[in-house]
């Protein structure tokens, strides 16, 4: 047999081996009608494959209503341009695994997908509703906090529990009754160049992140309602690890990029690197360790923030009595901010309460706890823009009164968490081996309170310091049992 027979008979296996592997949903009389509900044909489509080797399920141009389905070891769905996953209206459509809710799943599965230029729609404002009125009616129970489904109840559009080899790439997510996406306890996870719209109703998270290992989340653009990109640790024995967050553009209601609130296990060998957050209600970077988390090796490179609330929000709490978090090894670097002098996310369809937020603007903040400190922190070439503007009229706390900024260790972390503060720049407390190197504030109209403020702060280092714009004090740090040197 000569070369060329082989070569055309290598080629025709190969392309019908690659041919193979998509099947056309149309094949398995999976509706585009937008009105037939699919959601077994779309399972058992999914079980066939999964069933035959493994391949893509592929959606043409058209709508596909469907409930939860379950996505199986080897099977990636493909939705091309066009292509609209819609859920369903009816809460019986969707199926709940523990405390969570979802259109689509995949649990303990392997080399699974979501791909193509297509959309997954949740429809999640409606389905709430009509869960609402389940619930009203009785047919449904849920505690309703402030007469919404709680958020497990409400379906996510992803949930996928300990899975291995997920890819997430090029698809538009939007509108989901809960989180957006969530994946809890999965490794060698890829979220590449999607596209999420997750502003339709509370807690519309843009991507949530649990007890991962092993994680890329990277060119991305998040639009959410509540925290952009958020990783969380629900067990003592989780952590997140091993991430890469890297190139992604998020505007958010609460938080740009955050670790927490659930913080119970660790987060470590973590990379943020060349994201910009935008029109941010609460902190452009949250890390928070409050319910008995350690919090360690971390690097934020080459951020940019825009129409924030705040800048950076480093914090240890004990929202859990006999479990207090840690955190150290913090390297935080090149970053550019605009803090905004009027609420962030105004316009948004939920923003962030206003009665949170105190009267005079945040200063960045390094908050500990007086048994445990935040350490080893380096902050280098910051830049940070404040609008300035402090009323001592209607809310002052005097230098000599810094022991009434209350600890409030058991209390939700946000930066707005103290109400009122004495420093309009950067505001350290409990804290230990801190460096500054390179920071530039400005202060744009005049702010009756200090630049720096450190309580309980010890060595503390300051480098090429610049405070500029209009700036009422002689000195730009104060110092309260806390020592600190400027170079």
Not at 152 to 162: E, Q
Not at 253 to 268: E, H, V
Request: with cysteine; glycine share 8%.
């Amino acid at each position: 047999m000569s070369f060329r027979i082989i070569s055309v008979l290598l080629f025709l296996f190969v392309a019908t081996s690659s041919f193979s592997k998509d099947y056309r949903a149309s094949f398995f009389g999976i509706q585009s009608n937008g009105i037939t509900l699919n959601t077994t044909s779309i399972q058992k489509a999914i079980d066939y494959i999964h069933e035959n080797g493994g391949g893509r399920l592929v959606f043409e141009v058209g709508r596909y209503l469907t409930g939860s389905i379950f996505l199986k070891s080897n099977v990636t769905l493909h939705l091309e341009e066009g292509a609209v996953l819609i859920g369903s209206l009816n809460p019986f459509d969707y199926y709940r695994h523990g405390h969570w809710t979802s259109l689509l799943f995949a649990l303990e599965q392997n080399n699974i997908g979501l791909t193509g230029k297509g959309v997954v729609d949740g429809r999640g404002y409606d389905v709430a509703q009509r869960y609402l009125e389940m619930i009203h009616k009785g047919i449904i129970k849920d505690l309703l906090i402030k007469d919404r489904p709680k958020e497990g109840v409400r379906p996510h559009n992803i949930f996928f529990l300990k899975c291995n080899g997920i890819t997430i790439k090029d698809i538009t997510l939007k509108n989901p009754g809960s989180w957006t996406q969530q994946y809890d306890r999965c490794t060698n996870l890829t979220i590449e160049n999607t596209t999420v719209d997750s502003k339709n109703y509370w807690n519309n998270d843009g991507i949530d992140i649990v007890d991962c290992d092993s994680v890329i989340v990277r060119n991305n653009y998040i639009d959410a309602s509540d925290d952009g990109i958020c990783l969380k640790s629900h067990s003592k024995t989780g952590v997140c690890q091993h991430i890469l967050i890297e190139n992604n553009t998020v505007r958010s209601s609460a938080s740009g990029i955050k670790f927490g609130t659930y913080s119970w296990g660790g987060f470590q060998n973590i990379k943020i690197i060349n994201n910009t957050i935008f029109d941010t209600y609460r902190s452009a970077i949250t890390f928070a360790a409050v319910d008995g988390a350690f919090i360690q090796d971390i690097v934020v490179d080459s951020l940019k923030a825009y129409n924030t609330g705040n800048i950076i929000f480093l914090r240890i709490g004990e929202r859990r009595e006999g479990r207090k978090g840690s955190m150290k090894n913090i390297q935080i670097s090149n970053i550019y901010g605009e803090v905004a002098a009027s609420k962030a996310d105004a316009g948004y369809p939920y923003e962030g309460p206003i009665e949170h937020q105190p009267r005079n603007i945040s200063p960045a903040s390094i908050v500990g706890m007086p048994d445990v400190a935040i350490e080893n922190v380096i902050l280098k070439n910051i830049e940070i823009h404040y609008p300035g503007g402090g009323n001592s009229q209607y809310a002052k706390v005097s230098l000599d009164e810094l022991d009434k900024v209350p600890e409030l260790e058991a209390e939700y972390p946000e930066f707005s968490m103290f109400k009122e503060l004495p420093a309009w720049g950067f505001y350290v407390r409990h804290a230990k081996g801190i460096t500054f190197e390179n920071l530039t504030m400005s202060c744009q109209k005049k702010d009756y309170r200090m630049p720096i403020v450190l309580d309980d702060a010890q060595n503390i280092l300051f480098k090429d310091l610049k405070i500029k714009g209009i700036v009422q004090k002689e000195t730009p740090v104060f110092s309260k049992d806390s020592s600190f040197e400027i170079k």
